[in-house]
Antibody, heavy 121, light 110 residues
Framework: QLQLQESGPGLVKPSETLSLTCTVS??????????WGWVRQPPGEGLEWIGS???????YYNPSLKSRVTISVDTSRNQFSLKLTSVTAADTAVYYC?????????????WGQGTLVTVSS | QSVLTQPPSVSAAPGQKVTISCSGS????????VSWYQQVPGTAPKLLIY???KRPSGIPDRFSGSKSGTSATLGITGLQTGDEADYYC???????????FGGGTKMTVL
């Protein structure tokens, strides 16, 4: 069974860069034929899609975040990562990594447990 | 402001039926599959419905999904207190080249 686990600092200072990694177990990123994604949820608010990446490195980003987001993949470590630059308090959120169903890439079947990132000095 | 529109809240009594709507446009729901997620506060979202109406294994048939034109609907029958959660619809938006979610609906079992 596919499992995803987010890791990274829980506190980031304003104007700095938020960096998170998603480690995948129970499946291989390099043998997948779908896009692995990042989703965030500010406290008390709804889900916001950040972007996604294919094992080859091809990416899609949320247009509203595109100028600040970079998603990368390391197939040797079975991980993919998120970098968000110039963060502000508005970027405080629980960040989830997620993967689609192999038979339907239109949804997210597997989710990490989420990690809270707080932007504060 | 979400690309997909959901009612902020719905409620019904135990054992009753509730529906949650998700309205979009031709660039998203109208031409792409819709999925639905259940989220209990403090936990990760859980996939309930994919490809408009399919249920992953382990999801009871009390949960159903449908799509017509640029709108989709999640139905829950035989409501249980354990169904209290936030529900989100999601799909791909071909114009934005981005996944989009609805704003979420808080479902209360009275």
């Amino acid at each position: 069974q596919l499992q995803l686990q987010e890791s990274g600092p829980g506190l980031v200072k304003p104007s700095e860069t938020l960096s998170l990694t998603c480690t995948v177990s129970g499946g291989s990123i390099s043998s997948s034929n779908y896009y692995w994604g990042w989703v965030r949820q500010p406290p008390g608010e709804g889900l916001e899609w950040i972007g996604s990446i294919y094992y080859s490195g091809s990416t899609y980003y949320n247009p509203s975040l595109k100028s600040r987001v970079t998603i990368s993949v390391d197939t040797s470590r079975n991980q993919f990562s998120l970098k968000l630059t110039s963060v502000t308090a508005a970027d405080t959120a629980v960040y989830y990594c997620a993967s689609p169903r192999p038979d339907s890439t239109s949804c997210y079947q597997s989710w990490g447990q989420g990690t809270l990132v707080t932007v504060s000095s | 402001q979400s690309v997909l529109t959901q009612p902020p809240s719905v409620s019904a009594a135990p054992g009753q039926k509730v529906t949650i709507s998700c309205s979009g446009s031709s660039s998203n729901i109208g031409n792409n599959h819709v999925s639905w997620y259940q989220q209990v506060p403090g936990t990760a979202p859980k996939l309930l419905i994919y490809d408009n109406s399919k249920r992953p294994s382990g999801i009871p048939d009390r949960f159903s999904g449908s799509k017509s034109g640029t709108s989709a609907t999640l139905g829950i029958t035989g409501l249980q207190t354990g169904d209290e959660a936030d529900y989100y619809c999601g799909t791909w938006d071909s114009s934005l080249s981005a996944r989009v979610f609805g704003g979420g609906t808080k479902m209360t079992v009275l």
